[in-house]
């Protein structure tokens, strides 16, 4: 019996990615969260992060924010952007991790924009070092 569930990452534009995985880790408020098949019924919000995808091999997608629903072995992540690693180039994140460090010193933002943009940094730092 296999020990795949079913994955879908959508976002506005497209379908990121639809197949068949071992594992998933999401990015959530709560914290990293690990699914497997069987898992109990979820729906979460993700924070920025990185979904991992473990399969034969492993993917990483870099997310900024969404939310995610699984059940019945079907896990959906709907999300405003999920960009491949390491398909993004280096300078591109830089550029981006350049335009997070400065919105979250402005002081016309919300302290849950500010919260959002602190765990889009620490990621992004995470990646292009």
């Not at 990452?9 to 990293?32: A, H, N, R, W």
């Not at 034969?56 to 709907?78: R, S």
Request: aromatic letters at 6%; glycine letters at 4%; proline letters at 4%.
């Amino acid at each position: 019996m296999s020990e795949k569930f079913s994955l879908e990452i959508l976002s506005p534009e497209s379908l990121i990615i639809k197949t068949d995985v071992k594992q998933v880790v999401i990015p959530s408020f709560e914290g990293e969260m690990g699914i497997l098949k069987d898992h109990i019924p979820l729906i979460t919000f993700l924070r920025p992060g990185l979904v991992k995808i473990f399969n034969e091999d492993e993917k990483t997608f870099f997310v900024e924010e969404g939310t995610v629903e699984f059940a019945n072995n079907n896990l959906l992540i709907l999300t405003s952007s999920a960009v491949e690693l390491p398909s993004k180039n280096k300078q591109s994140l830089v550029s981006l991790l350049s335009e997070a460090e400065k919105q979250i010193i402005s002081e016309e933002i919300t302290d849950k924009e500010k919260y959002l943009l602190s765990y889009k940094i620490e990621t992004l730092k995470s990646i292009t070092r």
